[in-house]
Every structure is written in structure tokens, then in C-alpha cells.
């Protein structure tokens, strides 16, 4: 243990070059395959493990972020695992900081380890709890009692590319640190519940009957921790005969030669654990050989037994050779298993040793390979140090800082850049062409220089560029976005002048947003529409509220938070910059224009004009008008709703759903992002949702839609129609309740739409007498007959609605068994046929109960007489119910419990606890 005596000693700074150098700069692997890292050894150092020999190199080639540290030589001396726990490196700034680990083939297995011990580092006797995740994928919360509780988390998984990335992730419960790193390969053959969408994170794996503490490398040639296990009541049996390995889990010879039996026939051979959250889907792996040499007239065989009511299994090992039982378990707390001689056996069950995982998606879709290689060049090229590491874009919550990303048939793309005053230096580089999906891209207050190259033509959905502050840059446009610039459709900033003083104006916009208050806005809104009626404005005078601060509940504000998958950086960068906090989104104008500051934004026409592109992505026609798609100079794209002049909705309909809208705020309702009132030009500027409207994607025939996402659009957009009901003051009827009035963005968030028709109601008297409006199919039976509106008559389109969501059919079918959906519904049912009602799109795939309970829910909402029908609150809380159970029943990976009870504890009875590391003094198992 040279380190661990140098550490005691503890005056030698000059900590030794004690192995050779890391080997070729290509390959981040050592001649076996492996990754071994010593994490916190000094650049190029190395250290050799004195049990497997196996060379350990320093972690300084595979991050660029964290501090190295040495843990306290109390520690560091108490022989507490292998001589790698001397240094460790911690991470006190970033959410996210991210080992990579190259050179790895995409399609093969490969194990992966992460170890921790504390040793009191930083002299604050504080063990962290931090969370671990292989690339974007959840593995493990790391929670440390004590300074010298030394973990380890492992999984084994699949590489999808040819590199994977380890990350800790802060919690805000201490400094995240890792002391140790090891990647082993796998043949593929191995684990075949591992593939590219599913992991297997380590609890434990236990070599039964063993005198040996720990298996490892080189006995296992992959390395895997195999530690002895044993209870008083169970026999330990051995052979020095080799033991034949199998070909699906290569169990290493070593650990098959010992095995466990229990002292009768009539005596069960137990093993149970616990997990902490009945979702948790583990993985069961026993190993099982025959190591006595049994007289002909024996014979051994027994029942492998579990709460698994689909796994029982006859197993009669064979003579020296390595065979397997496998099965998976979840849905409970405490688990066992237990092995029981058959009747026609002689002996007892044997058992040679046993794997215990956690069954975990790995399902995160990773930014745009393209987008990731050229921010990794840029990154490079500038030397950024401002702890970009990790994936670009996801998880969001992590992305990194001055990004903004969108998700484009479900990929991420880095579609806003905003390097302002990043310490960039030198010229452009022709990468910066490469990130093809950019929106806007920011390189204001830096230094530098050449010309903006023609790569930059690449960059055809950029409408934002902003070069401001650079001294020496030209500021001559290649011709493709000189173009762009010319049509309108890029806005180009280029003043070289003082770039601070630009600062200071947007602070002052941003002072005078937040003073105006939602009441006045609510006073004013019907008011300021008419002001604007009369006055035509300059086109230059547009007024953008910056979305950064999130001060306020402005639907423009809140729209970053939903469809659109975006980074705020509202904090700027970190390091030489800091304090220049210049968003990178909007450049809200001056507020000293003598302009309203109307919580929307008001177009002109011209304005409309440019944003759509002259009009020409129609994505829609409604009784207003046409929809036509667009992108606001800052990149965010809009719906915007003209008003045609033969519009059956008239002025008054666009002002009630203006009205409305400006007054409702809510996650499940689309926002209002402006408007226009510009002579004849009448039109409202919305979020775009990208993904269309409920109704497009029930009938698509392509992909669609799963149980879970429409139980989800349900849910959600009953929110957004409680919320009117409700929340609302004065409520709302909508009116309006349909599937076409359900826009989902490309998160599949479901908003609820189109106002227009939307009544207020003094909530006094629950009816509103109007004349019949509404959609053919959806409207009310009752409000039809007797013109008497009330939050019942949308609780009868809802219905309707969740008819379509389960069967995908229209409100009205067509031809002679046709009808009303609802009636065809009533006719089908009583037969307890639920699957000829349910959309065959589905393929199978729900939860048969949760498909009744909405069922027997629409039913209730489409009864003929409103006051048997449910309010909307009810409705929300039932599908709530449904949705959860959807969840429960798939086991949704993401929602177990996150911290590591489950792989907890206590041995005693038999009840496996949580691995500890090398040498630890884990509590000893102990008999029953
Ligand atoms: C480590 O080795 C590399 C390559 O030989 C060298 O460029 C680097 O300066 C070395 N770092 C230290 C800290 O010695
Ligand atoms: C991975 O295995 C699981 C369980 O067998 C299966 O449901 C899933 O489809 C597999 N994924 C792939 C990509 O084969
Ligand atoms: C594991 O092995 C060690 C050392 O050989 C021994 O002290 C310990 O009791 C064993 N533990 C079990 C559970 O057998
Ligand atoms: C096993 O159980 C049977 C019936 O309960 C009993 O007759 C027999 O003696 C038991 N054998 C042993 C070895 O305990
Ligand atoms: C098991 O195999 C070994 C080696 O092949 C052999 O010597 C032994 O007799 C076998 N035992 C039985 C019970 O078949
Ligand atoms: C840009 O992308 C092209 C095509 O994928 C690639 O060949 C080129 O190397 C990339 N250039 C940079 C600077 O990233």
C-alpha cells in the first residue's frame, strides 16, 4: 500500500509518478480493455493496486472540471478499502460535472463502477448526498453516513455511441465527489437483459459459502465484485474441481466451487430483501452447479419459489456445471425466494451463488450528435471554462449554461447560443456553421476578430445574430443571411460601440415591466385594445418583455417553461463575465418610447407580414380564419390566428377571445403571446404547438398515440377546463370542448384552445341563457333543448372527447351501425367487451382496468341529464386516479423512490443489505 504510507506521512506533496504514463493518446483504454481511474491523482500520475495489479491513472484526461483533493490521513490510514481512496476529486461548483469515458465501442456491454469514501476531505465531517447518472440516465443516489462509509455503485449497460459519461449531479445536500472509476467490458453475449434501452444497476452479487471475502479480477476476468455470504443455518459445501462456467453469465469457476445447502430435505434454503418502493423491478439471477460428488443413489432436485406468480422452476443442477435461474419481481416491498427439494429428492437445495439488479431504462435521447460535436469544437477552440460538460441540452435541467435547445421529433437541437461576453477570442470558427438548427446566436461583448464566414449560410433557420461589442470583426454578412436580412427574416446587430451601456437600458425595461401589475393589466386590457384601434403605431416601435425574468405570470413569460425546451441562462456565465448578466433571447427596445406597456405584445401588420414569412405556412382554418405558422426575431415560434374578412366570427367574438385571454393564465390553456388591431387586420398571436391539434392525432394513422399519452392529454386538459370553471373569475364556460380545441406542443403537454366562443357567468346563477353554439357531436343534449348554458354542457363534450381518446373514432360515425360515439359506446359496453371498443391502434398496450374507469367516467360525463354528470374537478381527480394506476402498472421507472433504502439493510434474517466496499466493516450477516 505505498500510497496509503505516503498519505500517512503525510509531508510529501511530492506525490509520486508511481506507475508508468497513461499509454497512447488515442485510447483511453489499458491492454485488458479496461478504465481505471484513480480519481484526484495528479495529471499523468498513476497508481498500481496492490490485490489485482492493475494500473489506475489519474481522472485529469477524462473531465475538466473539480478540485483534486487528499482525504484525512486518519482516513486514509485505517486500511478502509483499496489504496485508490487516498485522493478524490469534488465538485463544488456546477449542478453537473461529468466524467467521459472514450475510446469504447457503440453496441457493446460494459460494466461500470463508481466508488466513494469521504475521509473527511474537507475537514467538515459532512458526508454528501448527491445523485450519480450514466449519460442522461438516472443510476444511483450516493448517501454517505459517515467518513469512513465507503459505496459503490455499478451497473452494467449498453453504449449506445462510443462513449459514455458519468455524472454527479448536486442535490444541495453537500460537495458531490467521486475516489474511483472503472469501466469493464462485457461480452454482449453477457446479461441479456441489458440492450439500449435498459440497464442493470447493481444490489448486490454474492458468492455463497465462501471463505474468500472478495472475487474480483483477475479470478473474474471482468471484473465484477463477488463477496462472500453465508448464514449459520445454511452448510457450506466446496470441491476443487473445476466447475464448467455457463455461456449467459460466465460465472467465474472460483465462485461455483462453494456453494450453500441447508442441513434437510424438509429445510428451505431463504433468501429475501426489501425495496423501498413497490415499483422498483428487480432482477434475480441464481447460480446454481452441482460441487458434491453424490452417490448414484441421491439424487438432488427442488422447487426455486417466489411471489412471482409467473416464476417457479424445477431445477436439478448438473454435475460441475454452471446453470441458472432467472426471473424478475416488483410490485412489493419485501421480497424472497426460496429453494425446496422436490419430493423425489434426496438432498437438500444447493445454492452457488446469487445477482441482484435493479431493472433501469436508459431511455434519455441525447442531443443531436452533429450539435454535440460542434459545441464540444467550440467549446475546445475557445477553452471555455464555464463547466459546460455533460450533454448540451438534456436533462433540461442541467443543460448547459447559454443554450437553448428545442426537441425536434423528439431529438434536442441547440437552437439559441448565447456566448455574450463569454471571453471569446480570435476568429469564428467555420463549427459554428455546423449547429444547422440555430435560432439565435449571440456573440455580443467578446473580442473577436476576421469575418463572419460563409459558413454561417449553413444557419438557415437563424433570425437572430448578434455581434455587437467585438472590436474587430467585420461585420459584412455572408450572402445567404445578407439575404436572410434583407427579407426580414434575420435580425443582424453589428454596432460596435459600447457595449455595457446596452446593458443598462435593459435593466431599466425590465424595472418598468415588473411595475406594471397584473390588476392594472386586467383593468386595462378591453381599454388598450380600443386605444390601439385608433392608433396606428410605427412598425419600429415593437415591444418584446424579456422571458428571462420570471417575475410574473405573462403567458410569454411562462411560455419558455412549456412546448419550448429552453435555458434561460438568466444567471450569465460564470468567471470572467460574471455580472454581465445579458439575456440571450429578446432585446426588449427602450421603454422611454412613450409606449404602453401592455402585458401582450401588439402587432402591425407588417409586423404579422414579416414573423409569417408573408404568410405562408397555413397550419390551420377555423370558423375565425386562417392559422398561419411563424417566428418572432427572437425565435420563438407562434401560431398567429387572422381574422378573414367573411369570418363568421366577427369583432366581437375576436375581442371576447382577446378578453379571455388576457385574463387566463394556466399550464393546460394555450397563451395569448399578442395581437393585432391594425385597420382591418385583426389577428392573435399564440404559442405554437407544434405537435397539431388532439383531433389530428387520434386519426393520424401513422404513430399512435400510447394509452399512457392520451390518459396524460386528458388529465391535463381537464385541468386547463376545471381551471376556467373554477379558478376563473368570473368562471368560464368554454363552449367549445373538442378534440380540435386540444393542441398538444412537442412535449405532448395538452393546452386547451379557442375561446372565441368562451361565456363568462356570474357564478350566483349557474345558467347563462344564450343562443346554441357549438360543435355538431360535442354540443349538449340538454343546453340543445333548452338554450341553458353551464360549466355541465362542457363537461359533456369532455366526455365526448374521452370517448374519442379511448376508441379513436369521431363523434359521429359514419354508416348504418353508426351514430352518436357515445350511444355506439352504450351499445357495445354491456356485452363486457371492453377491447372492441378500444382503438386498435393501441396494439393491447394499457391497463385494462384504467381503460374501464375512464370508460365508465366518459359515460358519466355524456349522461343525457347535466345534473347526473360530474363536475370538472371530479373528472380531473378520477383521471389523476387512472393515470397513476397506468403508471404503477408499467412500474415508471423514474418515479421510485431515489434514495437507496431499497438497498438497504440489516442482514440479520437473512435480508441482504446494500454492498459495502472493500474491507468495510459492514454489519455481518448473522443467523436467523
Ligand atoms: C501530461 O501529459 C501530457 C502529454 O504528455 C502533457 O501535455 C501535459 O503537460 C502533462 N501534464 C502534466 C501536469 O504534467
Ligand atoms: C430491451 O429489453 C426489454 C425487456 O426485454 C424490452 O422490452 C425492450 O424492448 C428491449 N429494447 C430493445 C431496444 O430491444
Ligand atoms: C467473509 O470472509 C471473511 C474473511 O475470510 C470472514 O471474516 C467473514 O466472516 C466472511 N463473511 C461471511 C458472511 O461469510
Ligand atoms: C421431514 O419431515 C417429515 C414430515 O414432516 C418427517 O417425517 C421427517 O422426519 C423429517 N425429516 C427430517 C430429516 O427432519
Ligand atoms: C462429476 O464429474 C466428475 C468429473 O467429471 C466425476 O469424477 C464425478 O464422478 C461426477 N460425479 C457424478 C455424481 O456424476
Ligand atoms: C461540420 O459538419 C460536417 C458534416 O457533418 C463535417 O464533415 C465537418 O467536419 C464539421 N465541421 C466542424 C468544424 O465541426
Same mark, same amino acid.
Given at each position: 500500500?505505498?500510497?496509503?504510507?505516503?498519505?500517512?506521512?503525510?509531508?510529501?506533496?511530492?506525490?509520486?509518478?508511481?506507475?508508468?504514463?497513461?499509454?497512447?493518446?488515442?485510447?483511453?483504454?489499458?491492454?485488458?480493455?479496461?478504465?481505471?481511474?484513480?480519481?484526484?491523482?495528479?495529471?499523468?500520475?498513476?497508481?498500481?493496486? !496492490?490485490?489485482?495489479?492493475?494500473?489506475?491513472?489519474?481522472?485529469?484526461?477524462?473531465?475538466?472540471?473539480?478540485?483534486? #483533493?487528499?482525504?484525512?490521513?486518519?482516513?486514509?490510514?485505517?486500511?478502509?478499502?483499496?489504496?485508490?481512496?487516498?485522493?478524490?476529486?469534488?465538485?463544488?461548483?456546477?449542478?453537473?460535472?461529468?466524467?467521459?469515458?472514450?475510446?469504447?465501442?457503440?453496441?457493446?456491454? #460494459?460494466?461500470?463502477?463508481?466508488?466513494?469514501?469521504?475521509?473527511?476531505? /474537507?475537514?467538515?465531517?459532512?458526508?454528501?448526498?448527491?445523485?450519480?447518472?450514466?449519460?442522461?440516465?438516472?443510476?444511483?443516489?450516493?448517501?454517505?453516513?459517515?467518513?469512513?462509509?465507503?459505496?459503490?455503485?455499478?451497473?452494467?449497460?449498453?453504449?449506445?455511441?462510443?462513449?459514455?459519461?458519468?455524472?454527479?449531479?448536486?442535490? !444541495?445536500?453537500?460537495?458531490? *465527489?467521486?475516489?474511483?472509476?472503472?469501466?469493464?467490458?462485457?461480452?454482449?453475449?453477457?446479461?441479456?437483459?441489458?440492450?439500449?434501452?435498459?440497464?442493470?444497476?447493481?444490489l448486490f452479487r454474492r458468492n455463497i459459502g465462501a471463505s474468500d471475502q472478495l472475487v474480483r479480477y483477475p479470478n473474474d476476468p471482468y471484473d465484477r465484485f463477488w463477496r462472500n455470504y453465508t448464514l449459520d443455518t445454511w452448510s457450506s459445501i466446496s470441491t476443487n474441481s473445476i466447475v464448467q462456467p455457463d455461456p449467459d453469465y460466465a460465472t467465474p469457476s472460483i465462485v461455483m466451487q462453494t456453494a450453500a445447502t441447508t442441513s434437510s430435505t424438509n429445510q428451505s434454503l431463504d433468501i429475501s430483501w426489501t425495496?423501498?418502493?413497490?415499483?422498483?423491478?428487480?432482477?434475480?439471477?441464481?447460480?446454481?452447479?452441482?460441487?458434491?460428488?453424490?452417490?448414484?443413489?441421491?439424487?438432488?432436485?427442488?422447487?426455486?419459489?417466489?411471489?412471482?406468480?409467473? *416464476?417457479?422452476?424445477?431445477?436439478?443442477?448438473?454435475?460441475?456445471?454452471?446453470?441458472?435461474?432467472?426471473?424478475? !419481481?416488483?410490485?412489493?416491498?419485501?421480497?424472497?425466494?426460496?429453494?425446496? &427439494?422436490?419430493?423425489?429428492?434426496?438432498?437438500?437445495?444447493?445454492?452457488? &451463488?446469487?445477482?441482484?439488479?435493479?431493472?433501469?431504462?436508459a431511455t434519455g435521447i441525447p442531443t443531436y450528435i452533429a450539435d454535440i460535436i460542434a459545441i464540444d469544437a467550440i467549446k475546445e477552440n475557445y477553452k471555455m471554462t464555464i463547466g459546460w460538460n455533460g450533454d448540451p441540452c438534456v436533462p433540461i435541467d442541467y443543460a448547459w449554461t447559454g443554450l437553448g435547445c428545442t426537441i425536434y421529433s423528439n431529438v434536442p437541437r441547440i437552437t439559441h447560443l448565447n456566448l455574450s461576453s463569454a471571453g471569446l477570442t480570435g476568429e469564428l470558427i467555420s463549427s459554428f456553421g455546423n449547429l444547422t438548427a440555430l435560432v439565435s446566436l449571440d456573440l455580443s461583448g467578446n473580442d473577436l476578430s476576421g469575418v463572419l464566414g460563409t459558413y454561417l449560410d449553413q444557419l438557415v433557420a437563424l433570425t437572430y445574430l448578434d455581434i455587437t461589442g467585438n472590436k474587430n470583426i467585420s461585420s459584412m454578412l455572408p450572402p445567404g443571411l445578407q439575404k436572410k436580412q434583407q427579407d426580414g427574416t434575420l435580425t443582424f446587430k453589428s454596432k460596435l460601440g459600447d457595449f455595457t451601456q446596452q446593458s443598462k437600458k435593459k435593466k431599466a425595461a425590465v424595472v418598468i415591466i415588473a411595475v406594471v401589475g397584473a390588476v392594472v393589466l386586467l383593468l386595462l386590457a378591453v381599454a388598450i385594445i380600443l386605444v390601439f384601434c385608433l392608433r396606428k403605431r410605427p412598425d419600429n416601435q415593437i415591444y418584446i418583455p424579456k422571458p428571462n425574468e420570471n417575475t410574473g405570470s405573462s403567458p410569454l413569460r411562462n411560455s419558455n417553461a412549456g412546448s419550448f425546451a429552453y435555458n434561460p441562462a438568466a444567471n450569465g456565465f460564470h468567471g470572467n463575465n460574471a455580472g454581465k448578466n445579458y439575456t440571450n433571447i429578446s432585446k426588449p427596445r427602450g421603454s422611454g418610447e412613450g409606449m404602453l406597456n401592455f402585458e401582450n405584445r401588439q402587432f402591425t401588420y407588417n409586423d404579422l407580414n414579416k414573423i409569417t414569412n408573408?404568410?405562408?405556412?397555413?397550419?390551420?382554418?377555423?370558423?375565425?380564419?386562417?392559422?398561419?405558422?411563424?417566428?418572432?426575431?427572437?425565435?420563438?415560434?407562434?401560431?398567429?390566428?387572422?381574422?378573414?374578412?367573411?369570418?363568421?366570427?366577427?369583432?366581437?367574438?375576436?375581442?371576447?377571445?382577446?378578453?379571455?385571454?388576457?385574463?387566463?393564465?394556466?399550464?393546460?390553456?394555450?397563451?395569448?403571446?399578442?395581437?393585432? $388591431?391594425?385597420?382591418?387586420?385583426?389577428?392573435?398571436?399564440?404559442?405554437?404547438?407544434?405537435?397539431?391539434?388532439?383531433?389530428?392525432?387520434?386519426?393520424?394513422?401513422?404513430?399512435?398515440?400510447?394509452?399512457?399519452?392520451?390518459?396524460?392529454?386528458?388529465?391535463?386538459?381537464?385541468?386547463?377546463?376545471?381551471?376556467?370553471?373554477?379558478?376563473?373569475?368570473?368562471p368560464l364556460i368554454h363552449r367549445d370542448v373538442k378534440t380540435n380545441n386540444i393542441l398538444l406542443n412537442s412535449n405532448l403537454d395538452a393546452k386547451i384552445a379557442d375561446f372565441g366562443l368562451s361565456r363568462a357567468f356570474n357564478n350566483a346563477n349557474s345558467h347563462v341563457s344564450t343562443a346554441?353554439?357549438?360543435?355538431?357531436?360535442?354540443?349538449?343534449?340538454? #343546453?340543445?333543448q333548452s338554450c341553458q348554458l353551464s360549466r355541465k354542457s362542457d363537461v359533456y363534450g369532455f366526455g365526448v372527447v374521452l370517448l374519442e381518446i379511448i376508441t379513436g373514432k369521431p363523434p359521429i360515425i359514419a354508416g348504418p351501425e353508426g351514430g352518436h360515439l357515445a350511444k355506439w359506446v352504450s351499445q357495445k359496453l354491456p356485452k363486457g367487451d371492453i377491447e372492441s371498443i378500444?382503438?386498435?391502434?393501441?396494439?393491447?398496450?394499457? /391497463?385494462?382496468?384504467?381503460?374501464?374507469?375512464?370508460?365508465?367516467?366518459?359515460?358519466?360525463?355524456?349522461?343525457?341529464?347535466?345534473?347526473?354528470?360530474?363536475? $370538472?374537478?371530479?373528472?380531473? &381527480?378520477?383521471?389523476?386516479?387512472?393515470?397513476?394506476?397506468?403508471?404503477?402498472?408499467?412500474?415508471?421507472?423514474?418515479?421510485?423512490?431515489?434514495?437507496?433504502? *431499497? $438497498?438497504?439493510?440489516?442482514?440479520?434474517?437473512?435480508?441482504?443489505?446494500? /454492498? #459495502?466496499?472493500?474491507?468495510?466493516?459492514?454489519?455481518?450477516?448473522?443467523?436467523?
Open positions: 500500500m505505498p500510497l496509503r504510507k505516503m498519505l500517512d506521512g503525510c509531508s510529501c506533496l511530492v506525490i509520486l509518478v508511481l506507475g508508468i504514463a497513461i499509454t497512447g493518446v488515442n485510447s483511453q483504454l489499458d491492454s485488458l480493455g479496461f478504465i481505471s481511474i484513480d480519481c484526484g491523482l495528479p495529471a499523468n500520475s498513476t497508481s498500481v493496486d !496492490d490485490d489485482t495489479k492493475l494500473t489506475y491513472v489519474s481522472d485529469d484526461q477524462f473531465i475538466d472540471t473539480g478540485v483534486n #483533493y487528499k482525504i484525512a490521513s486518519k482516513y486514509a490510514s485505517t486500511g478502509n478499502g483499496p489504496e485508490q481512496y487516498g485522493t478524490l476529486r469534488s465538485f463544488p461548483n456546477g449542478k453537473r460535472n461529468c466524467y467521459t469515458l472514450r475510446s469504447l465501442s457503440a453496441g457493446s456491454k #460494459y460494466l461500470v463502477r463508481a466508488k466513494f469514501m469521504f475521509g473527511n476531505y /474537507d475537514n467538515l465531517y459532512k458526508p454528501p448526498t448527491f445523485d450519480l447518472y450514466l449519460g442522461l440516465n438516472y443510476w444511483y443516489t450516493v448517501n454517505l453516513n459517515s467518513p469512513d462509509d465507503a459505496r459503490f455503485a455499478e451497473i452494467i449497460t449498453l453504449a449506445t455511441s462510443d462513449y459514455l459519461q458519468v455524472c454527479l449531479v448536486n442535490k !444541495d445536500l453537500g460537495t458531490p *465527489f467521486i475516489s474511483v472509476l472503472e469501466l469493464r467490458p462485457l461480452e454482449t453475449t453477457l446479461y441479456r437483459d441489458v440492450n439500449s434501452t435498459q440497464s442493470l444497476v447493481h425495496g423501498d418502493n413497490e415499483s422498483v423491478e428487480f432482477l434475480i439471477i441464481l447460480h446454481i452447479g452441482e460441487i458434491q460428488d453424490i452417490p448414484r443413489t441421491d439424487y438432488r432436485e427442488f422447487n426455486i419459489l417466489s411471489q412471482n406468480p409467473l *416464476f417457479s422452476h424445477v431445477f436439478a443442477p448438473s454435475n460441475l456445471t454452471s446453470g441458472w435461474a432467472r426471473y424478475m !419481481d416488483t410490485g412489493r416491498t419485501a421480497y424472497y425466494t426460496s429453494l425446496k &427439494a422436490t419430493s423425489k429428492s434426496t438432498l437438500p437445495p444447493i445454492l452457488n &451463488a446469487i445477482e441482484l439488479y435493479v431493472i433501469t431504462p408573408s404568410f405562408q405556412d397555413n397550419i390551420g382554418t377555423g370558423g375565425f380564419g386562417s392559422v398561419y405558422a411563424g417566428l418572432l426575431e427572437n425565435g420563438t415560434q407562434v401560431a398567429v390566428k387572422m381574422r378573414s374578412h367573411t369570418s363568421s366570427q366577427g369583432v366581437k367574438e375576436f375581442l371576447a377571445e382577446a378578453q379571455n385571454l388576457t385574463r387566463v393564465h394556466h399550464k393546460n390553456l394555450v397563451s395569448l403571446l399578442g395581437y393585432s $388591431m391594425d385597420g382591418d387586420c385583426m389577428a392573435l398571436v399564440y404559442e405554437y404547438m407544434p405537435e397539431g391539434t388532439l383531433q389530428d392525432k387520434l386519426r393520424d394513422n401513422g404513430r399512435s398515440l400510447t394509452w399512457k399519452q392520451r390518459l396524460r392529454v386528458a388529465w391535463e386538459s381537464a385541468q386547463g377546463l376545471e381551471y376556467l370553471h373554477k379558478s376563473c373569475n368570473p346554441v353554439v357549438g360543435t355538431l357531436g360535442y354540443l349538449d343534449p340538454e #343546453y340543445s378500444v382503438d386498435p391502434r393501441m396494439h393491447g398496450q394499457y /391497463d385494462i382496468n384504467s381503460v374501464w374507469k375512464v370508460t365508465e367516467l366518459a359515460r358519466k360525463c355524456t349522461e343525457h341529464s347535466s345534473v347526473q354528470r360530474p363536475t $370538472m374537478s371530479v373528472v380531473v &381527480a378520477e383521471l389523476k386516479e387512472s393515470l397513476d394506476l397506468e403508471i404503477s402498472t408499467e412500474g415508471n421507472p423514474y418515479n421510485y423512490s431515489r434514495n437507496d433504502n *431499497f $438497498m438497504s439493510d440489516v442482514s440479520q434474517n437473512g435480508i441482504f443489505e446494500m /454492498d #459495502y466496499m472493500d474491507g468495510m466493516t459492514a454489519p455481518g450477516p448473522t443467523a436467523k
